[in-house]
């Protein structure tokens, strides 16, 4: 294999023509055992080929026919891994990173959400629901996972409060969130099924601003900022038992000044929108007095 400038290396459990397939148990030891050291795996569909999607190297692991197993080419080497414990696959995927130079990445990252979109409608609860920006929608408005490392280890929040539950985490420790089958009993148990939009009214930002508006109203004779202590962290202590969210993602959550300075800033970016708008001026231009024509003149 030839070296790289340090880019990722990809490993194939090849099980195509001139191999036989893995046993099932070898299989996820293999695959366990690659994720779990920060390696890039893939499978290509039973029969088919290993694509040269880009420049990385790649490592195809595989069970060859000894009369019959394939030649090394410029980036791409193959290793027998016949009767090769999950270590000894290990082994090897790191003689191909050292070999290649490629770059050597971080344990994998066990922790993240995945969308069942058998079971999922499309509702939107969990992008407005998650403080972490790890959701987002497509092209075609559909909701999806778009920042899976933004996500808080062992928080399966968003999970409770979907409808559906649409939303898993294979390394939950029980079901129907790590993927289990979905019972109606399991739904009763998990759920703290939350509509937040029914909750705020529908509108939702209208309702945030009618609770920001009242707020500061309660507020603004005489503020105890220790009442307003103690009743954040009541609220987040009910929220910690209710949507089991470790206490790590709490303290990860924004201080009040940084919500302050983020609401700042989106006030100062809205009135620089609206002076720029010419539907705001109109709106806010003097209604023109009656001409002579008004008056029959």
Do not use: H
């Not at 893939?42 to 195809?60: F, K, Q």
């Not at 503020?223 to 206490?247: G, M, V």
């Amino acid at each position: 294999m030839s070296k790289t400038d340090g880019t990722n290396l990809r490993v194939v459990l090849y099980e195509g023509p001139g191999s036989e397939p893995f046993d099932g148990d070898a299989r996820a030891d293999a695959l366990a055992a690659l994720l779990d050291n920060g390696f890039e795996v893939t499978r290509p569909a039973l029969g088919g080929e290993v694509a040269d999607a880009d420049d990385s190297p790649v490592l195809v692991l595989g069970r060859f026919d000894a009369e019959t197993a394939p030649a090394d080419r410029d980036r791409v080497a193959f290793r027998d891994v016949t009767d090769r414990s999950a270590d000894d696959v290990v082994a090897l995927a790191r003689d191909a990173r050292d070999e290649t130079g490629a770059r050597a990445l971080d344990a994998w990252k066990p922790w993240f959400p995945v969308i069942d979109y058998d079971r999922c409608t499309n509702c939107m609860q969990c992008l407005t629901f998650c403080l972490f920006d790890v959701y987002g929608v497509d092209a075609d408005k559909q909701i999806q996972v778009q920042n899976e490392s933004n996500c808080k280890t062992d928080c399966p929040a968003c999970s409770r409060v979907c409808p559906e539950v649409a939303i898993l985490f294979p390394k939950y420790k029980k079901g129907p969130i790590n993927g289990d089958v979905v019972r109606a009993e399991d739904v009763q148990r998990e759920a703290m099924k939350v509509d937040i939009s029914a909750l705020l009214g529908g509108d939702l930002y209208g309702s945030l601003r009618n609770r920001q508006r009242e707020a500061r109203e309660r507020f603004s004779t005489e503020r105890d900022e220790s009442r307003a202590l103690l009743e954040r962290k009541r609220c987040l202590t009910k929220l910690q038992k209710d949507l089991d969210i470790p206490n790590e993602v709490l303290m990860s959550l924004p201080s009040t000044e940084a919500i302050e300075e983020r609401a700042a800033r989106a006030k100062a970016k809205l009135a620089r929108r609206q002076s720029e708008s010419q539907s705001v001026k109109d709106r806010d231009a003097p209604a023109p007095g009656p001409t002579e024509d008004d008056w029959g003149i």
